[in-house]
């Protein structure tokens, strides 16, 4: 393989040493109750003791700050408002989330009327407003739940980086494909279960443990290097199903913090899940296509550079779980 691949992707990668989390999208959801009053639930994303500069409004003015219920999450500032009945309606409101165009991230927002009538629909920050229509049947929301997993997979730096490990552990091409089939196969399944409460585990303990499987596999690396093949490097399809049991924990997290349609869970699950399947393929297609592109070039590192990726990923991995673990108390 490649070292200036490994070096480059590294250099990439390591400017995220202070934030391994994903950024999570915004959310906001409009819920009309049977007494025909409007619960409005805005969760706006933030990063450890920062929130991303995000306000949204809509054009009957509702979304004031000092008549809103607030409360904090791990992941997120939740904000609430109760409309009485009697109020505007709905149908052709502008929802704009002011400062959104200046962010990386979207938000999700879910309209649920009272006769279990829901509409979803996802801004962007290419165009950080939407104007309601409700009057017509809206199809399945199937865009945007798979872009809400691309996204997710793509701003998950530490499942990227688990990903990248495998792709430098697993030299066989056809061995690489069962690899990350078999943590496909088993982050889907975690990712269901945890997502259907029929499992629940501490999202904090959750992070902690996949930086912690990451530093295994940072240490496998360096052992590979050195000339020991690990287990990592002998069944790598098992390490890769075990730890994408914990992976898919984390996706399920934070699908939950974003919110899922009541009356279509399961078409929500699978297309979260698709999307995640769809980032993480192109992921692993462009690592390989840079290695395939630069093979060809004559450059020699020295032969200490090539445990350089190992202790990289070592110590930015040991970093997120260090950090992980002091939240949880």
């Known amino acids: 393989m490649n070292k200036l691949v490994l070096h ?7 400017p995220v040493i202070t934030w391994g989390h994903e950024i999570r999208p915004g959310y906001l959801e409009i819920k009309e109750d049977s007494a025909h ?3 409005i639930t805005w969760k706006q994303p933030i990063m450890g003791e920062y929130g991303l500069a995000l306000h949204p409004s809509i054009t009957a003015g509702w979304l004031v700050d000092s008549t809103a219920v607030m409360a904090y999450t791990e992941f997120y500032l939740v904000k609430r408002w109760t409309i009485p009945a009697g109020h ?11 400062g959104l165009e200046k962010t990386m991230t979207d938000v999700l927002v ?35 739940y798979i872009q809400l997993g691309m996204f997710h997979i793509w701003s998950g730096f530490d499942h990227l980086l688990f990903v990248l ?47 912690l499987s990451i530093v295994f596999l940072g240490v496998e690396l360096l052992q590979y290097y050195r000339g020991i ?11 890769s199903f075990l730890f994408g049991l914990l ?22 699950l699978f297309l979260f899940n698709m999307g995640v399947e769809a980032g993480q393929l192109a992921f692993v297609f462009l690592v390989l296509l840079l290695i395939s592109i630069t093979r060809p070039l ?32």
């Open 8 to 14: 480059l992707l590294l250099v990439l990668l390591f």
């Open 298 to 329: 004559a450059f020699q590192f020295p032969k200490w550079s090539y445990k350089i990726p190992a202790y990289l990923i070592g110590t930015l991995a040991m970093y997120w779980f260090i950090e992980r673990t002091v939240s949880i108390f």
């Open 88 to 98: 505007a309606t709905l149908d052709e409101q502008t929802i704009t989330i002011n």
């Open 229 to 239: 093949e690990g287990i990592a490097f002998r069944y790598p399809w098992l390490v």
């Open 110 to 144: 879910q309209v649920s009327m009272q006769n279990d009538v829901s509409f979803t629909y996802l801004i962007k920050p290419i165009q950080p407003f939407i104007q309601l229509n409700l009057s017509k049947p809206q199809p399945p929301p199937v865009l945007q």
């Open 165 to 211: 490990c495998l792709i430098l552990l697993v030299k066989k091409r056809s061995k690489l494909i069962w690899t990350i089939t078999a943590f496909t196969i088993a982050h889907s399944i975690t990712l269901a279960l945890a997502t259907l409460h029929i499992i629940a585990v501490s999202s904090s303990f959750t992070e902690a443990a996949i930086a």
């Open 247 to 268: 992976h898919g924990l984390g996706f399920a997290s934070a699908l939950q913090d974003v919110g899922l349609p009541a009356n279509n869970i399961p078409l929500a």
């Open 37 to 39: 009053a409007l619960q």
